[in-house]
């Protein structure tokens, strides 16, 4: 199965680059140019891994990782951002961000890493579940 992503920027620029850069690798990528578009795809359609902008006008990628983490907790987060201060990296990390990294990036290695980690996380997890349905049910003994 392919892993998606969801690529939300303001910058039309940024969000082409990744996504091209992306589906090259063998995602399937959706992009967004605010939260509220990232949110109304998440209604809708499977995403494994977020790649957001912090700064963005309207809802901020801050308050979509909020958003995101209350109804989809198990989606991984990927943040980026050109205006990098500590209130915002604390957030991110506060939120359950996986990631913050800085713009501009001299290649895609950082952000590449970051949605592979994610992804073998995925992974892991969905393995585990696997090896759990497939146990023989197990009687709980009673303390009591």
């Known amino acids: ?79 980026i951002t050109g205006y990098v201060n500590q209130d915002s990296v604390f957030s991110c990390m506060r939120y359950g961000a996986d990631t913050c990294i800085f713009k501009p990036w001299p290649d895609l290695v950082e952000i590449e890493s970051a949605v592979t980690a994610a992804v073998t996380n995925i992974r892991t997890w969905k393995q585990k579940l696997r090896q759990l349905a497939e146990m023989k049910p197990t009687e709980r003994k009673s303390d009591g």
């Open 1 to 79: 199965m392919t892993n998606a992503l969801v690529i939300v920027d303001d910058e039309a620029e940024i969000r082409e680059a990744l996504s091209r850069h992306f589906r090259f690798l063998g995602y399937a990528v959706k992009t967004a140019a605010t939260g509220e578009e990232v949110l109304a795809i998440l209604a809708n359609e499977r995403v494994d891994v977020l790649i957001s902008d912090i700064r963005m006008p309207g809802m901020s990628g801050v308050e979509l990782l909020k958003a995101v983490k209350r109804e989809y907790p198990m989606l991984h987060a990927i943040m």
